[in-house]
């Protein structure tokens, strides 16, 4: 069983009703505590305190995160900032478990990467499927569980272990093959929607599109997509326009395709606008400039076009950028623009997607590295894992002689050492995996 968030996203192609492009998010993510064990005893004719029958808590959930693929925006995190996986239930009477807290389902679009607030490590680039990032805490342990053949009736149990929660950022960056960038108005959501499935708003200003559109482009059964990166202009990298914002999405693109008004109908150079542009990437990254990339001279049908595309095809092809000439209003030459799209397309690497630092220690690990781990609950010190199970196995807590050796162990595996760091002092009461004892240092 598990939650999922968001429960409804907004439906591919409506993403121009969204009244505000988010793609970064911090936020809070925690998994369930575990249900703490119980103490109880069976309740038996004529007898006082029949056997222990406390069960054991049930496991939190776990926090996971899954990609959505008709998200598009991390604007539902926009409200909503708080995630916390359910609590495993407490163990009950008759020996039975407490239920095990729900998974928390955390979806999100593809190309998420997600930070750890407080190290700045990648935690996860989620391009498909899901990732548990946070596990449960274990539910604790009965009394039922602590019967030995001298401890006939246990009057303790193991609380669940409680989870810490913790910051993470999310940055979207647009999984797209291919990013079309130029001027505001010089056609590029026009191009957008004659290549692919995506209705991006059209019109005759400048920023009109104020967040990156994405379509599915099919030619020749292979299918690849295509972002329109509004809002470059002179100063772009600087931050002017929509500035640095989407730029950076344009850094996973394989390819691009700068998009021109060879119309000139604003008063601009077509060739000084191409420059301009270029200069932009050059500042933002150097390794956008060395994205392959064709050129589409765009509003071929109207007047003067022929002349500026003329031009502008002798200023780049002897440098080796090939221009298309193209009405992306009338279809007029999209057909060849798209073809050699493909052709290029399949001569690239898939990107690489952004390395991950793996995860610290506490995000996956329940127990330290040491094999233990202490925790301190109502004045009494816990220690659990897998060495203190191995320490008490080795023990009779009857004889004197283990029960040195059993010291020495301690010691040896810096139990004690852990211990004095948590605060414990001689006196205090400490449970190892259910065993109680005396603390004396
Ligand atoms: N005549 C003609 N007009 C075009 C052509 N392509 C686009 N337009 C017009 O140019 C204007 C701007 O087109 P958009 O596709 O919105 O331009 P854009 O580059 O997405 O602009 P922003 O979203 O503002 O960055 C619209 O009025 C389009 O109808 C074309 O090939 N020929
Ligand atoms: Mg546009």
């Excluded at 030995?148 to 929660?165: E, H, Y």
């Excluded at 765009?298 to 221009?323: F, I, Q, S, T």
Aim: contains cysteine.
């Amino acid at each position: 069983m598990s939650r999922v968030f968001p429960e409804r996203s907004v439906p591919v192609g409506r993403e121009d009703c969204l009244t505000m492009f988010v793609d970064k998010a911090r936020i809070f993510i925690k998994a369930g505590d575990g249900g703490d064990g119980c103490v109880s005893f069976r309740k038996e004719k004529y007898v006082n305190a029949g056997g222990p029958d406390g069960g054991d808590g049930g496991d939190g959930g776990n926090i996971v995160f899954e990609v959505d693929h008709s998200m598009r925006t991390l604007m539902d995190f926009a409200y909503q900032r708080r995630f916390e996986a359910q609590p495993g239930e407490r163990g009950k009477k008759k020996n039975m478990r407490g239920k095990n807290g729900e998974d928390l389902v955390i979806r999100v679009p593809a190309g998420t990467v997600i930070r750890d607030d407080e190290t700045g490590r990648v935690v996860a680039d989620m391009r498909e499927g899901r990732r548990v990032l946070l596990k449960g805490g274990a539910g604790g342990k009965g009394n039922a569980r602590f019967v030995t053949p001298t401890r006939q009736t246990p009057s303790f149990a193991t609380p669940g272990k409680k989870t810490k929660g913790r910051y993470v950022r999310l940055a979207l960056l647009s999984i797209a093959d291919v990013g079309l960038i130029g001027f505001p108005n010089v056609g590029k959501s026009t191009l957008l929607s004659a290549t692919t499935s995506a209705r991006p708003k059209i019109a005759n200003y400048h920023f009109t599109t104020l967040a990156p559109n994405l379509g599915g482009a099919r030619r020749h059964d292979q299918s690849f997509i295509i972002a329109d990166i509004p809002g470059l202009i002179e100063g772009a990298s600087e931050g002017a326009g929509l500035g640095h914002d989407f730029l950076r999405h344009v850094e996973r693109t394989r390819m691009l395709i700068h998009v021109l008004d060879a119309s000139g109908s604003e008063g601009r150079d077509v060739i000084e606008d191409y420059d301009i542009i270029r200069r932009e990437l050059a500042n933002y990254s150097q390794a956008l400039t060395e994205r392959p990339e064709i050129v589409a001279a765009n509003k071929m049908d109207l007047p003067d076009a022929a002349e500026n595309a003329k031009r502008l095809r002798e200023y780049l092809e002897p440098r080796g950028v090939k221009v298309f000439e193209v009405s992306a209003q009338t279809g007029e030459g999209v057909d060849e623009l798209l073809e050699a799209t493909y052709q290029l397309l399949m001569t690239l690497p898939l990107p690489e997607p952004v390395r991950e630092d793996g995860v610290v220690e506490e995000w996956s690990l329940e127990r330290d590295d040491q094999g233990f781990e202490v925790y301190v609950q109502d004045g009494v010190y816990y220690v659990d894992g897998s060495v203190i199970k191995e320490i008490m196995l080795r023990t009779n807590p009857n004889d004197p002689d283990s029960m040195r050796h059993f010291q020495k162990l301690l010691i040896d595996f810096g139990v004690i050492k852990a211990l004095r760091k948590a605060g414990a002092k001689t006196g205090d009461t400490v449970c190892l995996e259910g065993m109680e004892f005396e603390f004396v240092d």
